[in-house]
Structure formats: C-alpha cells, structure tokens
C-alpha cells in the first residue's frame, strides 16, 4: 500500500483534482476543508504526508503547520505547502513554518504526483 496523503484544501475543485491524481497511482487520501479538522484528522489518523494549503478560512496553513511542528506526536509528519504565491517571500515563509517544500497552485497535473512522491521518498521512513 502507498502512503496515506492528508489534503488540507478548502477549494472543492483542488480538492477533487488532487484526490483523483492521488489516488490514480495508489495513494490513499484523506480530506480536510479546514485547518482546524486537519489538525483534528492528522491526531486521528497519522498520515506519512499532509499537502497543506496556505490560504484557509479561519486558521491559515502556515499558523497550522507551526501547531503541528510544536505537536510531539505529529511534528515527524512532513508538510507540504499547496499555494497559489510561490513567490521567493512565500516560499521562505512556508519552510520557516516548517514545511519541506511546497507545490505552487494552479497545479501541473503531468509533474503532480512525481513531485509528491519525490517529497514522500526523502522524508518518509
């Protein structure tokens, strides 16, 4: 069985589009509207990897992220930034936070899934 991906995406459409390049090659996927019920999910589940978008309703990616970095139990997750900035700033910003990389929006669907499991196969045990 591949690795279990939680998205953390409150666009509906991303969503969908992520999920289906995911679990086309095997990947299992978890969903999360909010940050809020990411954080609750990842506690719950213990994904291998969570794709976290930057601009949420309530709670943003990136004050998400720094909760998890600080979390004993989830710090070992790697986060990967889903954003629509990838400007040189928001890219500093999401690896301060804690993220291993990020994958800038509106995503390529050819290099997608091979850039995800780039980032699952260096930082996944």
Known sequence: MKATILVIEDNELNMILIRDLLELEG???????DAE????IAREK??????????????????ATRLIQ???VLREIPIVALTAYAMEKDKKEAIAAGCIGFIAKP??????VNTVSK?????TH
Do not use: C, N, W
């Open 119 to 123: 980032f699952i196969l260096e930082h």
């Open 27 to 33: 990947y299992r996927v978890i969903e999360a509207y």
């Open 107 to 112: 995503i390529d669907t050819r290099s997608f």
């Open 70 to 72: 600080k979390d004993p």
């Open 46 to 63: 213990k994904p291998d990897v969570i794709l976290m978008d930057i601009q949420l309703p309530g709670m943003d990616g990136l004050t």
């Open 37 to 40: 019920r990411g954080l609750q």
